[in-house]
């Protein structure tokens, strides 16, 4: 890669790519056949194929008991690197350090790596979520993916023979760190901030983007096609609306979008840091943390995301946040406006989330052409005409998403 003046990965120098390509993965898989097989879940499959394309620099693999108790307790692995949540692989049986393994997705049944592992150990499952979610609650969808793990934690470091169908079904949007890296260089960008996104984008999200673009030399508009909890809007569907909204509202000379493989954990705070990690490692100095980034139903304050990075020792972390306030429509400023700058009360305010407009979408109510642009809107439409009712989710309301929740 051409020299750069882009921010270098978290931890390292240089991204670590744990991904074989050609011959080498080639003998590697013939190798695999004559391995036991350990079969992961979704949320393991995407942490894995993140360790194959640098996503997560500086890992080597799957975390040791030293790394997954400093992670929870103080978000800082044995080798005094900050990391915020922990990136583990379960198993229900005992395996001796020394064996080599072959990782197989639960999903799709392919092969996606092998592992030595070098340490087998048990977790205290409500530690974890204490730490991590501040939750043990089993309603939690983070809390109850770690409290469904196995009995057995497997760490050790990978070797990582596919992408799975991300690079093929999301063609054009996934992307490994290493060329989006290649493309901000090409723009001669150095100031880059990422957009979280996990639903469509609709004006706040826009607005939020807008800002950031004002301060940045780019923005990368960089959302997550793994897996998201039941009655959330399938990720085709939501890069159908992102593409479609910077085609017809963006600069495209100041915008990139890409795709990343992880599942949500919702962790509210500690996932607005591992975002502003892996954001790093894909090439930006900046990550947007807007109102209740990666939380879920009331567990976190509006304005927790934001606290957590002030919080953050000198040095932690390289990527910084860009806060924004709590962004609607107000009718009496006449456009998108926020906490910061409209001085005016609820009632001349529409707030938008996402939550608010699945609901009224799932019920084929009418939405204000505040909320969402009309070409979004059509595109939402279609996709929840096309849902079978027996197969519709109620979305429940909550007091972020009404607008009712206390602000800072
Ligand atoms: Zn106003």
């Not at 962790?267 to 090439?283: C, D, S, Y």
Request: aromatic share 10%; hydrophobic share 35%.
């Amino acid at each position: 890669m051409a020299k750069s003046n882009l921010i270098p990965p978290h931890g390292s120098d240089t991204l670590k790519i744990l991904l074989l390509e050609g011959k080498e993965r080639e003998a590697e898989l013939k190798r695999a056949e004559s391995l036991p097989k350990v079969v992961m879940t979704t949320r393991e499959t995407g942490d894995l194929i993140m360790l194959g394309i640098g996503g997560f620099t500086p890992l080597e693999g799957f975390m040791g008991q030293a790394d997954w108790k400093g992670v929870c307790e103080t978000m800082t692995m044995a080798n005094g690197i900050f990391w915020p949540i922990p990136v583990t692989l379960s198993h229900d049986k005992k395996v001796d350090p020394g064996t080599e393994i072959c990782l197989i997705s639960g999903e799709t049944d392919e092969v996606m790596g092998t592992m030595k592992v070098t340490e087998c150990y048990k977790i205290d499952k409500e530690f974890e979520c204490k730490h991590v979610y501040t939750t043990t609650e089993a309603d939690h969808p983070g809390v109850k993916m770690v409290m469904a793990q196995k009995e057995f934690n497997l760490a050790g470091p990978v070797k990582v023979l596919s992408e799975s169908y991300f690079p093929t079904e999301f063609k054009g949007v996934y992307q490994r760190p290493a060329e989006s890296r290649k493309v901000f260089a090409e723009k001669g960008w150095k100031t880059i901030a990422a957009l979280q996104l996990r639903n469509p984008m609709h004006r706040s999200h826009e607005y939020l983007a807008k800002i950031a673009t004002e301060v940045s030399d780019g923005l990368f508009i960089h959302q997550l096609v793994g897996k998201l909890k039941p009655g959330d809007i399938p990720a085709d569907v939501r890069v159908d609306c992102i593409n479609t909204l910077v085609e017809f509202y963006f600069d495209k000379n100041r915008v990139v979008t890409g795709g990343y493989p992880l599942d949500m954990r919702y962790a509210g705070p500690r996932e607005g840091l591992l975002h502003a990690v892996f954001r790093q490692n894909f090439g930006c100095t900046h990550m947007i943390i807007g109102r209740d980034h990666a939380g879920v139903g009331d567990y976190y304050g509006p304005f927790d995301a934001q606290e957590i990075f002030y919080k953050l020792p000198e040095g932690a972390l390289l990527c910084k946040m860009l806060p924004i306030d709590w962004t609607f429509w107000c009718y009496k400023c006449g456009g998108m406006a926020s906490m910061k700058t409209c001085p005016h009360g609820k009632e001349d305010r529409l707030f938008l989330s996402g939550t608010a407009l699945r609901k009224a979408l799932s019920e084929n109510g009418e939405v204000p052409a505040e909320f969402s642009r009309p070409e979004v809107l059509a595109i939402l439409r279609k996709y929840y005409a096309s849902i079978e009712e027996g197969d519709k989710v109620e979305v429940k309301m909550h007091g972020h998403a009404t607008g009712d929740a206390k602000t800072k």
